[in-house]
């Protein structure tokens, strides 16, 4: 699902508008339930939001700060991996 924003909105707000649609056709993505989302979209306002209107769980995939460099995040490679296939 993709929605078009002007680039001053918030991410978290962006969000909702994609949740909307998405809910929208929710007989198509019936079996949707975890949804993996960077650091952005972590705060528990925003994830409460999420599970009480849409019944979905979002789950913030962050990396360790504490380690330097290139580090393969779990859950978030597999994204990477399927835009990249895109181009």
Known sequence: M???TAANVPER???KLVFARLH???NWVHRLAVIWVD???QGQHFIR???DTYRWIVEPV???DVIKGFVLV???WKVER???SFN
């Open 2 to 4: 993709v929605v078009v």
């Open 62 to 64: 962050m990396r360790k």
């Open 74 to 76: 779990p859950q978030r």
């Open 24 to 26: 929208q056709i929710r």
């Open 82 to 84: 399927t835009f990249g």
């Open 39 to 41: 650091g952005g979209y």
């Open 13 to 15: 707000a962006g969000a």
């Open 49 to 51: 939001f999420v599970i």
